[in-house]
């Protein structure tokens, strides 16, 4: 499976490629809304993973997803929110904004690996 991690911390981005490397995923991380747009038409990918805090003077998250949409490309392609937003409400209001899936920071990588695990499962009964 390849995946897109859009976060702008370096940390948080190596902890997610390394989690997401045991469950045989190409992990492709872009530090930013800029990067990630170029990436998504250069790379074919079943999933993107968003920070919404991308940093000061960037596109945030959520801004980034509502170009990702008008994008044929990747406009079946689910796109979580991974966010440090964790309070009540949170989880309702990104997924009314069109993610398709919220996790909270510190990601509970049990339930992202049955989540993308699902995913996967779904993609290959697609295409066979």
Do not use: W
């Given at each position: 499976?390849?995946?897109?991690?859009?976060?702008?911390?370096?940390?948080?981005?190596?902890?997610?490629?390394?989690?997401?490397?045991?469950?045989?995923?190409?992990?492709?991380?872009?530090?930013?809304?800029?990067?990630?747009?170029?990436?998504?038409?250069?790379?074919?990918?079943?999933?993107?993973?968003?920070?919404?805090?991308?940093?000061?003077?960037?596109?945030?998250?959520?801004?980034?997803?509502?170009?990702?949409?008008?994008?044929?490309i990747i406009k079946n392609t689910p796109v979580f929110a991974?966010?440090?937003?964790?309070?009540?409400?949170?989880?309702?209001?990104?997924?009314?904004?069109?993610?398709?899936?919220?996790?909270?920071?510190?990601?509970?990588?049990?339930?992202?690996?049955?989540?993308?695990?699902?995913?996967?499962?779904?993609?290959?009964?697609?295409?066979?």
């Amino acid at each position: 499976m390849n995946i897109l991690y859009v976060e702008d911390n370096k940390i948080n981005a190596m902890v997610m490629d390394k989690m997401l490397s045991k469950n045989h995923s190409k992990v492709i991380i872009a530090e930013n809304g800029s990067q990630a747009l170029k990436t998504v038409k250069e790379k074919n990918l079943d999933l993107i993973l968003v920070d919404i805090n991308l940093g000061l003077n960037q596109m945030d998250g959520c801004e980034l997803l509502q170009r990702f949409r008008k994008l044929d490309i990747i406009k079946n392609t689910p796109v979580f929110a991974v966010t440090a937003y964790a309070m009540p409400g949170d989880k309702q209001r990104f997924i009314n904004l069109g993610f398709d899936n919220y996790f909270s920071k510190p990601v509970n990588f049990e339930k992202l690996l049955s989540v993308i695990s699902n995913l996967n499962t779904s993609l290959s009964k697609k295409t066979s």
